[in-house]
């Protein structure tokens, strides 16, 4: 019997050195992407993933003369999950490039495993954490696109100038996202002479919001809500039933098309709310329709129009593919050429705007104004206010003062 | 079964030689860790009858001591040299056994699950919303492997052999354990704990050393575990890895120390190549349905079927010896 096992044992060893040797290809580029495939971000995550498939879909599956192997690895929003994904496309798939991940504290976890891998570009999917570019950056980790402050720009302003809030009060999720869009939000409005007297912390997948709503002080003009998808429906419910009636300004990814057409009578709260986005699903711009139109008709089974993730992984896929055009595939000496291209690189997004990086290897931006409308049928929707152009990550403050601040958290930034 | 043993660990040394790195790092040294945090929790059902959802909690209790200790990018912790660390991320880790234990010491079965659950939980709430020790949802990261007598365990070689050192350590340890004295009023608890009563030993102490001593096993793979993903975080410590760890333990067996190793290698294999092997939409699915598999044709585990089936070979063997003798006999 031990013989027959040391046979099984000899055969699963040989079967396991053969698995092991790498495939070698030559005129192949392989691109591994790093997208949330599981849980409750799953079909998101699967509209990232097809963003950056559309990339490469439009130039013919090739770049440069040669072949492009995509290789889908999921995460579960957990950084130890992306980093493990990313161990496994480097290592075993033997990836040239990385595109992802999708939230942002795995963008930080990528961040700092690009540092130990330099043979390997990393660009950044749609996770919109501050520090992934703004702090301990990685010369091999970009991100076309912005951050989660970068996606408020204009909203301050907009609340206290138009909308004449002079105080608000905070309630948001308890992370790094949240942490990064009250940044974007607070800096210009307190900037602009607004106080934010409370800030109100919790836990993703809070049910009971009856404390917070409780504590929302009466002097406050309008509530900034930075929390997403059930949080934000459970939060606006509780705040209605319990007779609040403070106007609503919205995160990023609080006031989706999803909750508008969400039953119940919070939705009267969130007429004229106003929010930060660098996405809009049904923007009337030339580029947008043409981006929308190539996006269904490549995915008849996707979304009825492209997400913020599709958008987002679509503009990486764009640049890894523009970038490899330019330096006509060459990855020798560590990515070299393609890095220097890929920073001086400039395209025009599917929102009309001119994407290009700064020095920290970080998108410089367009971002919208939008407002929540009642359409005729009585449903809602979200209409472009305005256009912010060229929105950097320092939100066109001074870089040095900016970076003062400090990194974001709970405390910071203050002005109550 | 010890030269099973013995030639499996002899294997284990010289494979290496034949496999990748990654093959190395994320799926050999991956599924060690996970093996030894799995044996905690094969040790505390095989012995004392009870099913712990706690265990990555004490695993998370002795990274996290690790992460404090060491050097690190959040700015948190104190920096003390690796020996201390360790040493006490093992004793805080056995101490939070001791504290479960003792939380949990009269419940068995499904109240025993409720309890150790509950504490797993409000410790992965707590890491999340606690920034002056835990950091909250980001934790820490650019933890590094220390460099030990001269050697440094950054390197995968050497990381891959100390973790096989530890994994073969913890194995000894629990088969000593069990046969020890204490082991043995473990086991006697779990058989008849009114008679071990009456006998004059106290239950209490001997259900909190179990425990204790299963928090200083799962510290080891916590230790190990970090410096593996240089990074922990509330994430490390939720739901999804408690669960995770059943299942590598249902699935390898629970009986002897080798099954909980079984078990995290086919976990690990599983859960990496899937999603090559099958439309990724759907990988999870796949994965559901082969541990449901194994599972159902292995109520044993891996392992236990394995043994169950070399019993009945060895019985077959010797009624075909014993038929053939009586045969020649009778000629």
């Known amino acids: 019997m031990i013989v027959k096992f040391k046979k099984i044992i000899l055969v699963g060893a040989v079967a396991i050195a053969c698995l092991s040797q790498p495939i070698l290809a030559a005129d192949k580029i392989k691109i591994g992407v790093i997208s949330i495939l599981e849980g409750a971000f799953a079909s998101l995550g699967q509209d990232g993933v097809r963003g950056a498939e559309l990339a490469f879909k439009e130039a013919g599956g090739k770049v440069a003369g040669m072949d492009v192997e995509i290789i889908v690895m999921s995460s579960d929003a957990s950084p130890d999950s992306a980093v493990n994904a990313a161990r496994k496309l480097i290592d075993h798939d033997n990836v040239d490039i990385i595109i992802g991940p999708l939230s942002g504290s795995e963008g930080i976890a990528l961040r700092d495993l690009s540092k130990g891998n330099k043979g390997v570009t990393f660009v950044n999917g749609s996770s919109a954490a501050q520090d992934a570019t703004f702090r301990e950056g990685s010369d091999n980790f970009f991100r076309f ?149 190539s996006y269904l008709s490549n995915f008849p089974e996707g979304m009825t129009s492209p997400t913020i993730f599709a958008h987002h992984y679509y503009m990486a896929g764009k640049a890894v593919l523009l970038g490899l055009e330019q330096v006509d595939g060459d990855l020798s000496n560590q990515h070299k050429a393609l890095r220097a291209s890929l920073n001086n690189l400039e395209f025009v997004t599917p929102t009309g705007g001119t994407m290009r990086l700064d020095e920290n290897r970080n998108g410089i931006i367009d971002n919208f104004v939008t407002e929540v409308y009642e359409r005729e049928d009585g449903s809602l929707g979200n209409r472009v206010l305005k256009l912010v152009s060229n929105v950097n990550q320092t939100m066109g403050q001074d870089p040095t003062a900016f970076r003062a601040i400090g990194a974001v958290s709970r405390e910071n930034p203050s002005c109550p | 079964m010890s030269r099973t043993l013995l030639l499996i660990v002899v294997i284990l040394i010289i494979l290496p030689a034949f496999i990748s790195d990654f093959w190395l790092n994320q799926i050999l040294t991956r599924s060690i860790i996970l093996g030894i945090a799995a044996l905690s929790l094969t040790f505390l059902t095989t012995y004392l009858g009870v099913v712990s959802f706690a265990q990555i909690t004490l695993a998370g209790v002795a990274g996290y001591t690790i992460a404090y200790f060491s050097p690190n990018t959040t700015g948190l912790g104190i920096e003390l040299p690796w020996l201390f660390a360790v040493a006490l991320a093992l004793l805080f880790s056995t101490l939070a056994g001791a504290f479960v234990g003792a939380i949990a010491k009269k419940s068995v079965g499904i109240y025993s699950i409720m309890i150790t659950l509950a504490i797993s939980m409000a410790f992965f709430y707590f890491t999340r919303q606690n920034y002056s020790i835990f950091n909250g949802w980001t934790g820490f990261s650019g933890i590094t492997a220390p460099v030990a007598f001269g050697v440094s365990l950054e390197d995968s070689l050497v990381f891959y052999y100390a973790t096989l050192l530890s994994a073969t350590a913890a194995g000894y340890l629990v088969v000593k354990f069990t046969s020890s004295p204490l082991g043995l009023a473990v086991q006697g608890v779990k058989d008849a704990a009114r008679r071990v009563r009456a006998i004059g030993i106290p239950t209490t102490p001997v259900i909190i050393a179990a425990y204790a001593f299963s928090g200083f096993i799962a510290g080891m793979s916590g230790v190990l575990n970090v410096w593996q993903q240089e990074r922990i975080s509330s994430f490390s410590v939720g739901l999804g890895p408690t669960i995770d760890l059943l299942i590598i333990a249902v699935i390898g067996g629970m009986r002897h120390p080798l099954g909980a190793f079984i078990g995290a290698i086919t976990y690990v294999l599983i859960d990496t190549f899937v999603i090559d092997l099958f439309s990724r939409d759907r990988f999870n699915m796949i994965i559901g349905l082969v541990l449901l598999f194994i599972v159902m044709a292995a109520p044993q585990g891996i392992l236990g079927s394995f043994l169950s089936a070399q019993k009945r070979i060895r019985k077959y063997d010797n009624n075909a010896i014993k038929r053939k003798i009586k045969n020649d006999c009778e000629i």
């Open chain 1, 145 to 293: 696109g912005g951050d989660g402050a970068q996606w408020m720009a204009g909203v301050g302003t907009y609340a206290f100038e138009e909308l004449g809030y002079k105080k608000v009060a905070v309630v948001a999720e308890d992370y790094s996202f949240p942490y990064t869009q009250v940044l974007g939000f607070m800096s210009e409005y307190c900037a602009a002479g607004g106080r934010v007297p409370k800030k109100f912390w919790t836990p993703i997948g809070t049910k009971d919001y009856s404390s917070v709503v409780y504590s929302i002080p009466d002097d406050v003009d309008a509530i900034f809500v930075a929390l997403g998808g059930a949080d934000a429906v459970n939060f606006l419910t509780q705040y209605d039933q319990a007779g609040g009636d403070k106007p609503i300004i919205g995160g990023t990814i609080t006031i989706d098309q999803s909750i508008l057409d969400s039953k119940g009578p919070f939705k009267k709260l969130l007429i004229g709310a106003p929010a930060g986005t660098p996405t809009v699903s049904d923007y009337e711009g030339k580029e947008w329709k043409e981006f929308t139109a």
